[in-house]
């Protein structure tokens, strides 16, 4: 079975900082797919980024980007420029591809100060 | 577009008592999924359904029921409510034409049981 890793719990940043998730798992496919997906106070599940294990290079997406290290089975989040509306859960998540099912970490509370 | 619709938004029960969570999406998407969210713990799939006409159990399957209706439509049953079912349901879709293994959630429906 897999399992995701996030051992920051909560994490804060200002306003115009860098700030970097973690995020482990652990699994013995060989072809997958890791997602960041936000959840600010309106609950709603946003996807944020997501990354194809046979692609070396690591996806970016405006101020998001990740740190994708296939051998160390890590897959973190650097949010560039942080942004007030840039507060939420942010959970990361695993999908070994065959039947698109999702296996979340436990979560990261990002608090953006000014 | 409207998405993922769930509803409820909120819903109280007490304990013994029976309902529905409905879900559509108007994406054309095959496969469905639903997951429960509890305080500190990431989103964990209850069950999926990956095509019309069928569905499997997930993580967390018991105490409830699916029923995929139509290709739009996967309902979730409670028959018999708990109070550890007291949590954050979320329905949410994949499929062509977005891109592969992206999930896309409904708002949630935030139930109570007493």
């Known amino acids: 079975a897999q399992t995701v890793t996030q051992s920051q719990p909560e994490m804060s940043v200002q306003e115009a900082e860098t700030v970097t998730l973690s995020c482990t798992y652990d699994?013995?496919?060989?072809?997958?797919?890791l997602f960041w997906y936000k959840q600010p106070p309106s609950r709603q599940m946003i996807l944020v980024i997501r990354?194809?294990?046979?692609?070396?290079q690591n996806a970016t997406e405006n101020r998001f980007s990740v740190n994708f290290q296939k051998a160390a089975k890590s897959f973190s989040l650097k949010i560039s420029d942080s942004q007030l509306g840039d507060t939420a859960m942010y959970f990361c998540?695993?999908?070994?591809?065959?039947?698109?099912?999702?296996?979340f970490g436990t979560g990261t509370r990002l608090q953006v100060t000014l | 577009n409207a998405g993922v619709t769930q509803t409820p938004k909120f819903q109280v029960l007490k304990t013994g008592q029976s309902m529905t969570l409905q879900c559509a999406q108007d994406m054309n998407h095959n496969s469905m999924y639903w997951y429960r969210q509890d305080p500190g713990m990431g989103l964990r799939l209850i069950y999926y359904?990956?095509?019309?006409?069928?569905?499997d159990k997930g993580e967390v399957p018991n105490g409830y029921n699916v029923s995929r209706l139509n290709k739009r439509e996967f309902s979730l049953r409670l028959e018999s409510a708990a109070p550890s079912q007291t949590s954050v349901y979320f329905c949410?879709?994949?499929?062509?034409?977005?891109?592969?293994?992206?999930?896309?959630f409904g708002a949630g429906t935030r139930l109570s049981v007493l």
């Open positions: 949410a879709s994949s499929g062509y034409p977005q891109a592969k293994n992206i999930q896309y």
């Open positions: 990354q194809e294990a046979y692609k070396q």
């Open positions: 699994t013995s496919e060989n072809n997958y797919y």
């Open positions: 359904s990956a095509s019309e006409g069928t569905t």
């Open positions: 998540a695993f999908d070994t591809g065959t039947a698109s099912k999702l296996t």
